[in-house]
C-alpha cells in the first residue's frame, strides 16, 4: 500500500487495504505462495562426490588463558574444512589467530591427508578473499568460489556444525579448562582432536543416514594425491609424500600433577576426557590393525 502511494499510482487513502488484498488474493499473490516460491529458488545443493567440494570457515569458538599475559583470556579461533559431499572434516584446529598463514597451514594439513579438492567454498572475509589464498587455490589446479554478498542460504552445512561444536564441545571445554586440564592450544587441539573423531565423525547424519567418516571412505571417487611443487615461478617434479607408520605404539607417558591440580576435585563425568580416552583406544587399535593387515597382505612399508 505505501509503495503504491510513495510511487503515485494511488493518491493517499484513495485504495483501501481489504481492497488490496483481495486482488492480490484472486492472483495467487499470497504471503504463503510467496514465500515457497522464495524457498524454491534457492536450490539444495551437494556435491557429488568426495573432495569436490570443500567448504571453509572460520569460528570465534572460545577463550583461553593467555600465554603471555596472567589472568588474562585470548580468543581460539577454529579453522575449519568440510567435504560438501560427505560432511567429514577434512581438517580443523584451533588458532590464536585468524590469519592468512594460519589458514593456509589448516589446507596443507586437510591436503596431507585427504589429497586436492576440485573446488572450495568459502564466505568473503578478509582472509578468503586475499590474493595469497586466491594463489594457492591456483597453483593447486583448485577452483576458489564465493558465496555472493547477503546470501547466507548456502553456509547452511558449516553453521550446523558450528551448532554442534557449540551445543557439545564448548561447555565441556570450558570445564576442562576451569580444572585447568586445558591450558594451551596444544590441550585444546588434542581434545577437540579426539571429539572430532569420536562424537562427529561417528554420528548419523540425519540427511544421509550415514556416519561421515563412512559416506567420505566409502566413496569411490578416486582422490588427487599428488602435489605439485612449485618455486620461484617454477615447476619441479611431482612428489608424493609417503608416510611410515610404527608398528608399535606407545603409550605417552604421563606428566605429573602440579599441586593445583591435586587440590582440584572432581566435578563428575566430563564427556570430552571420556572421548579422549575412547579416542586413545581407536588410535591403539588401528595401529594394530593396520601392521596386521600389512603382513596378511605380504606389503613392505
Not at 57 to 80: C, S
Not at 151 to 179: C, H, M, N, T, W
Not at 191 to 199: C, K, P, S, Y
Request: net charge positive.
Amino acid at each position: 500500500m505505501a509503495i503504491l502511494e510513495l510511487a503515485k499510482f494511488v493518491q493517499p487513502g484513495e485504495l483501501k487495504e481489504s481492497t488490496l488484498s483481495k486482488q492480490l488474493r484472486r492472483r495467487g499473490m499470497t504471503k504463503k505462495a510467496l514465500e515457497k516460491d522464495n524457498k524454491d529458488s534457492f536450490r539444495r545443493f551437494e556435491a557429488e562426490h568426495r573432495n569436490a567440494c570443500w567448504q571453509g570457515d572460520v569460528q570465534h569458538t572460545l577463550y583461553l588463558p593467555h600465554p603471555e599475559k596472567k589472568g588474562k583470556r585470548k580468543m581460539a579461533y577454529l579453522v575449519v574444512f568440510l567435504d560438501d559431499y560427505s560432511r567429514y572434516v577434512v581438517h580443523a584446529q584451533f588458532y590464536f589467530e585468524e590469519r592468512v598463514p594460519r589458514l593456509e597451514d589448516c589446507l596443507k594439513k586437510a591436503i596431507m591427508k585427504h589429497g586436492i579438492p576440485s573446488m572450495i567454498y568459502v564466505d568473503n572475509g578478509a582472509i578468503y578473499s586475499s590474493h595469497h589464498f586466491a594463489r594457492i587455490c591456483g597453483r593447486l589446479g583448485t577452483q576458489l568460489k564465493h558465496t555472493k554478498p547477503y546470501r547466507p542460504q548456502g553456509r547452511g552445512k558449516q553453521e550446523k556444525f558450528f551448532r554442534f561444536v557449540d551445543q557439545s564441545f564448548v561447555p565441556e571445554a570450558y570445564d576442562l579448562i576451569e580444572q585447568e586440564k586445558i591450558q594451551t592450544l596444544a590441550d585444546l587441539n588434542r581434545f577437540f582432536m579426539a571429539w572430532l573423531e569420536v562424537a562427529y565423525h561417528q554420528k548419523v547424519h540425519n540427511s544421509f543416514k550415514q556416519r561421515p567418516i563412512d559416506r567420505y571412505q566409502k566413496c569411490d571417487h578416486p582422490i588427487r594425491t599428488i602435489i605439485q611443487v612449485w618455486k620461484e615461478e617454477r615447476r619441479l617434479k611431482d612428489a608424493v609424500v609417503m608416510v611410515q607408520r610404527s608398528m608399535k605404539w606407545d603409550k605417552p607417558e604421563e606428566s605429573p600433577k602440579s599441586e593445583s591440580e591435586e587440590r582440584i576435585q572432581k566435578t563428575g563425568l566430563n564427556y570430552i576426557e571420556l572421548v579422549y580416552e575412547e579416542y586413545q583406544e581407536q588410535q591403539k587399535q588401528n595401529h594394530q590393525n593396520g601392521f596386521v593387515n600389512l603382513m596378511e597382505k605380504g606389503e613392505s612399508v
